[in-house]
């Protein structure tokens, strides 16, 4: 399973600035009582309240929020949800803006992006509204490929495998040899290769590393 490049990714959220003198003091105040440990989730409706811990339990849900902008989640290491569920720590990237979380982290089946609402915490609890819970993003690299006939900018996967987008050009993104891009997409197999080195993609959404 791949990791998130987490000082990446940190920078790209910065985005989320923080606005006006009271927000600023609001923000840092919950941001600090955000961190540390947090287990045994309990569900009402579309609220979530968790229990502060010491630490994450071994077989169980959890989360971790670090003051570096990182950011754990115990999760299940598979899509089998029968037990006994084995569980493994997933890392990933974490900031704030006013009472809106935004998490990127890894998880079994590739990169998921959640939007939490923090609607209390304090020294025991956290409750949240899970606004928005996305997955299926995958990361990768760019490659030049336009010297060859045919082809064009590519995206190389973790597994080496390659990906031959055909709409890369519809997103204001600044190509670049290596350049690490989070994106979604979907393959287009009514369409042939070009460039004969992996398979026929459009993309429904890029996160550029750079302006996060």
């Known amino acids: 399973m791949k990791n998130l490049r987490v000082q990446n990714i940190f920078c790209f959220l910065l985005i989320f600035l923080f606005n006006g003198c009271e927000e600023k003091i609001e923000t840092e105040h919950n941001s600090e009582l955000l961190i540390g440990y947090w287990i045994n989730p309990q569900i009402v409706d579309s609220l979530v309240t968790f229990s502060k811990s010491s630490k994450l339990v071994d077989a169980n849900y ?34 704030k803006n006013d009472s809106l979380v935004i998490i990127l982290v890894d998880y079994w089946g590739g990169i998921a992006r959640y939007q939490w609402k923090i609607i209390d915490v ?15 993003y995958d ?16 995206i190389e996967l973790a597994d080496e495998s ?13 190509l670049a040899e290596n350049k690490e891009i989070i ?19 459009e993309i429904d959404e890029i996160i550029d590393l750079t302006k996060m």
């Not at 570096?68 to 974490?94: H, L, Q």
């Not at 390659?162 to 600044?174: G, T, V």
């Not at 994106?183 to 993609?201: A, E, N, P, W």
Request: glycine letters at 12%; hydrophobic letters at 35%.
């Open 62 to 95: 959890g989360i971790a929020f670090h003051s570096d902008g990182s950011f754990i989640e115990r999760n299940n290491s598979g899509w089998c949800a029968t037990p006994p569920i084995s569980y493994s720590n997933f890392k990933g990237s974490w900031v």
């Open 122 to 136: 304090g020294d025991n609890k956290l409750v949240v509204n899970k606004i928005k819970v996305e997955y299926n």
């Open 139 to 154: 990361i990768g690299k760019l490659k030049n490929y336009t010297g060859l006939d045919g082809c064009g900018w590519i």
């Open 162 to 174: 390659r990906l031959e987008p055909i709409n890369l050009d519809l997103f204001d993104l600044q």
């Open 183 to 201: 994106f979604k997409y979907h393959q287009r197999t009514d369409l042939g290769s070009y460039c004969m080195i992996g398979k026929v993609i």
